[in-house]
């Protein structure tokens, strides 16, 4: 495959990968790009402005370095445009990289970028935000919330189990959830989860049948409270079987309004965005291109 005849590289100049930066340079160089328009910003809320920029200066291949966080932003900033992105994963979790299969590998990640298969993905949007991999609310978004301090370079599936562990006294309030303009839900939960792809944080496997571009959304909802029922909840996502558990109703949609009794944190993508009582959130169908190994 030839070389776009425009590269971008959106980077988190704090992230680490392989070589670092100067390889990535090295690595996009020997593809024969020319006019790289590279862009290194210090967080990943400052992405977005890099990345809409080098598309309207015509880019065709965005390549984004960093780890959830950057690729959430960057995906929101270019959904609906007409780029190409290509994932370099250099976080610690890199959900949605894992979920696509591309890995933690500096050159090869380079190389699906140049040679890899396009695939139209869907993704979510919640309150005026894009997301690709999630987006929760309560226990959840206070489990993300805490990873985000100090637990993020333990988030295997044990480390979610044994954290999760330590939030089962979270409030309950009641929660009435609508999918697709009917009522499906109106009690107390504990957490409320809306997927895009079936592994989440800590790599469990939440929802068995999702996938990225079938243009739905999995909808999760937990009731589960106290240490026991949140054990076996935990313990049977951890094994993906989380349909099966007496505490989770699940479903998908294209729309699902979420209206909870009091302000409950909530999460997208693996990053906390504080506390909300209604969340909206749509389906954006076929709204990105992402390289995936072929």
């Not at 950057?70 to 995906?75: E, G, P, T």
Request: aromatic letters at 6%.
């Amino acid at each position: 495959m030839s070389a776009p005849k425009r590269v971008a590289v959106v980077t988190h100049r704090k992230k680490t990968l392989g070589g670092g930066l100067d390889e990535l340079r090295a690595a996009i160089a020997g593809y024969g790009a020319e006019n790289i328009d590279w862009s290194e910003v210090p967080k990943s809320r400052k992405a977005p402005k890099k990345a809409r920029r080098a598309v309207e200066r015509g880019a065709e291949l965005v390549f984004v370095w960093g780890g959830d966080g950057m690729v959430q932003r960057c995906l929101d900033a270019l959904a609906g445009r007409d780029a190409t992105v290509a994932i370099v994963p250099a976080g610690t979790a890199n959900l949605l990289a894992n979920n696509l299969g591309v890995p933690e590998d500096l050159g090869e990640a380079v190389r699906i970028g140049f040679e890899g298969e396009r695939r139209r993905l869907d993704l979510g949007r919640i309150n005026g935000e894009h997301f690709a991999v999630m987006a929760g609310a309560g226990f959840d978004g206070r489990l993300i919330r805490d990873a985000d301090r100090d637990l993020k370079d333990r988030a295997g599936k044990l480390a979610y189990v044994w954290t999760g562990l330590r939030h089962v006294g979270g409030v309950t309030p009641r929660t009435r959830i609508k999918v697709d303009g009917t009522t499906w839900f109106d009690e107390p939960a504990s957490c409320v989860l809306v997927g895009n792809v079936g592994r989440i944080t800590g790599g469990i496997h939440a929802f068995d049948d999702a996938r990225p571009d079938d243009g739905w959304l999995e909808v999760g909802v937990t009731t589960a409270q106290g240490a026991a029922e949140w054990a076996r909840t935990l313990g049977r996502m951890a094994v993906g079987r989380s349909e099966r558990s007496p505490f989770v109703r699940m479903t998908r949609a294209r729309r699902v309004d979420i209206r909870l009794a009091e302000p409950m944190t909530y999460e997208l993508d693996g990053g906390a965005r504080g506390q909300a009582k209604k969340m909206r959130v749509r389906v954006v169908p076929a709204a990105i291109t992402v390289c995936v190994p072929a």
